[in-house]
Structure formats: structure tokens, C-alpha cells
């Protein structure tokens, strides 16, 4: 995810020359209100190796939103669509859009039919698949996600359309595909900390036995495992990166809120693999 304003000032760069140690596809997710630097971040990411170009029209973030931004885009669906415009004609690479029902409640009362247009204008603006969550940007993530509304926008497009929103296990994400007739599932939330939620969705949808949830133990590996990862790439601010992640990661066993109070307040990348090594001992 590229801020394509903040890309031309020279910031995010790290992100773009990242692509070029990629094994497999990869897509760059772009956000701004500026068609012209919207394009211009697309043949970057374009001449980096990108894969697709999606488009950023959901996030609720305040700050990104109050600025035009994310899903602030869907106010000024013009806007938007210009923006769409532009880029599919700065690239030859595909161009997807990631958005929300609506803005605020009305969108998501009494039927789906402002939704359905919003996702039209971007199918017709050249948009080759949309990811939609199923709630408005007043909702953020609170409520319940309206998959009765993706079903209608899937049933109005003829791009692919990915539904999103409270796909938070194998089970779920059969339910969802049921409910909405989407062409898959985006998991958001509900893999942070639990990455392996990605493969056990994969397994169910493809008919094979579902992958155990991991250990405890195995959970607080995976976090020192990304924490030295992020030491590695980025030196002693790998912890301050590592540590919302290393929150969500090692839960479910006893102590464990105790344990995670502990390793926010670890000074140094040292001391917090102390006390992952310490607490793996504890629970073997």
C-alpha cells in the first residue's frame, strides 16, 4: 500500500525496490486524490514488477479519508472514476479497485441500489475487478458486514467481484462465497496475527483437509521468526515495527496478556527474544 503523492516526494521507495526480490505475482495498492500522481506511482510500480495496480477506495482511516483518499474517494465519485481512467491508460497492467458499500448508513439501509451503482461507474470507468468489504466508511468495522449487498453488486457487474467483511475462518468464507456468489474472498483482520487463516480458507475451498490452527508455542516461533526478519532488514526499528504484530501473534495460552504487556515494553530487539525464548520454554 504506496501513498502515490508521498512516492513523488521520494518516501515509499523501499516498498517499490522490494518487488524486484519477489518469486511470485505481486500487486501494489495505491491511494491518493491526484490522478496525475496516481498514474505516475502506477508506471513505477509498473516498471518495478507489479503484477496489478489496485486502487484504494475503502480505507476509513480519518486522516487518509479527510483528505480524498481511501474511501473518502467515495464521496466525489467522479473523481474516482477519472482517477480509474487515468491509471488503466498509464499501465497495461490490470487494474482492480478495493472499496465499501457506501459512505454513511443510508448506503447500507433499505437495499443495495446505491452500491450497485457506485460499483458500475467503476466497472465502467475500466476497473477489471472489485474488491468490495460490506460495510460503509461509517461503519469502519463495526456491525456486521452486508453480504446480501455484495450479492447484489456480483449480480449487477460483469467483472469479477471479491467479497470482504467478517470472512474470519474456513467456515465463514464457504458461507460468504454462498451468500454472495462472489468470485472469492478477501481476508482482512481476521489474519492479523493469524496468517495461516489465509492457507486453512485455500484448503477448504479447494475440498482438502483444513490445516490445524497452531500451537501456542508454535505461534510465539512464528513471532520471534518475524522479528528477527525485521531486525534483520530494518536493525533495531524492526522491533518497533515487530511489536503490533507480535501483539496479535502470541495469544492462547495462560498468561499470555501478561506476557504480551512485557514484550511492548522490551527495550531492545535482545530483550524481546529473550522473552519469547523464555516463554516457549515455559509452555513446552
Known amino acids: 500500500m504506496v501513498n502515490a503523492t508521498s512516492l513523488e516526494l521520494g518516501h515509499g521507495r523501499l516498498k517499490m525496490d522490494g518487488l524486484q526480490e519477489e518469486t511470485g505475482p505481486i500487486g501494489v495498492q495505491l491511494f491518493d486524490h491526484h490522478p496525475d500522481a496516481m498514474a505516475d506511482a502506477a508506471r513505477r510500480a509498473a516498471d518495478a514488477g507489479a503484477f496489478l495496480i489496485d486502487i484504494n477506495m475503502g480505507c476509513p482511516v480519518r486522516k487518509i479519508a479527510r483528505k480524498g483518499g481511501g474511501s473518502g474517494l467515495i464521496r466525489d465519485p467522479d473523481l474516482a472514476c477519472r482517477i480509474v481512467e487515468t491509471v488503466v491508460a498509464a499501465v497495461g497492467l490490470p487494474v482492480t479497485v478495493k472499496t465499501r458499500l457506501g459512505w454513511c448508513g443510508e448506503h447500507n439501509a433499505g437495499g443495495a441500489e446505491a452500491a450497485v451503482n457506485w460499483c458500475r461507474r467503476l466497472e465502467a470507468a475500466g476497473a477489471r475487478m472489485l474488491t468490495l468489504h460490506g460495510r460503509t466508511r461509517e461503519q469502519r468495522f463495526s456491525g456486521t458486514a452486508n ?3 455484495i450479492a447484489a453488486v456480483k449480480a449487477a457487474l460483469n467483472i469479477p467481484v471479491i467479497a470482504n467483511g467478517d470472512v474470519n475462518s474456513p467456515e465463514e468464507a464457504l458461507r460468504c462465497l454462498r451468500i454472495t456468489g462472489a468470485d472469492g474472498v478477501m481476508v482482512g483482520r481476521g489474519s492479523m496475527g493469524a496468517p495461516w487463516l489465509v492457507g486453512q480458507i485455500d484448503a477448504a475451498l479447494s475440498d482438502r483437509p483444513i490445516p490445524a490452527t497452531p500451537t501456542p508455542r508454535a505461534r510465539l516461533a512464528l513471532a520471534k521468526e518475524q522479528l528477527l526478519a525485521l531486525i534483520e532488514a530494518r536493525g533495531d526499528h524492526g522491533l518497533l515495527i515487530a511489536r503490533k504484530h507480535m ?7 495462560h498468561g499470555a496478556s501478561q506476557f504480551r504487556q512485557q514484550l511492548m ?8 527474544l529473550h522473552l519469547l525464548d523464555q516463554q516457549m520454554q515455559r509452555i513446552e
Open 265 to 272: 515494553r522490551a527495550p531492545t530487539p535482545t530483550e524481546a
Open 247 to 253: 501483539s496479535w501473534t502470541c495469544t492462547g495460552f
Open 147 to 149: 453480504w446480501n449487498a
